[in-house]
Nanobody
Framework: QVQLAESGGGSVQAGGSLKLSCAAS????????MSWYRQAPGKGRELVAY?????????TPSVQGRFTISQVYAENTLTLYQQMNSLKTEDTAVYYC????????????WGHGTQVTVSS
């Protein structure tokens, strides 16, 4: 069974840092795209950053230079990270991990989300 478990959310003041983790299990995720999304109150879900199948990391302009996505694959478990520095109040959202999987990476699994709250 495919499972994604996020952790690392919390409450910080503006300018602070948090590191999110997402442990992916139940499938070989190492060759498909892994992503972080977020959803702020009253807004739609937004793609924040992803690592593509070839290992290239891409992030949305609003977090470039502040957020870093990375992943580690070990012992049949892939862990996706997102280091978030210089946090702003507008970064407040529920952050979701998403993983493509399947023979052609045609399926997508979602985590349950972790809350990040940035106060001024």
């Amino acid at each position: 069974q495919v499972q994604l478990a996020e952790s690392g959310g919390g409450s910080v003041q503006a300018g602070g840092s948090l590191k999110l983790s997402c442990a992916a299990s139940g499938y070989r995720f190492s060759s498909c795209q892994m992503s972080w999304y977020r959803q702020a109150p009253g807004k739609g879900r937004e793609l924040v950053a992803y690592i593509s199948r070839d290992g290239t990391a891409t992030s949305t302009p609003s977090v470039q230079g502040r957020f870093t996505i990375s992943q580690v694959y070990a012992e049949n478990t892939l862990t996706l990270y997102q280091q978030m520095n210089s946090l702003k109040t507008e970064d407040t959202a529920v952050y979701y991990c998403a993983a493509q999987y399947g023979v052609a990476c045609e399926k997508q699994a979602w985590g349950h989300g972790t809350q990040v709250t940035v106060s001024s």
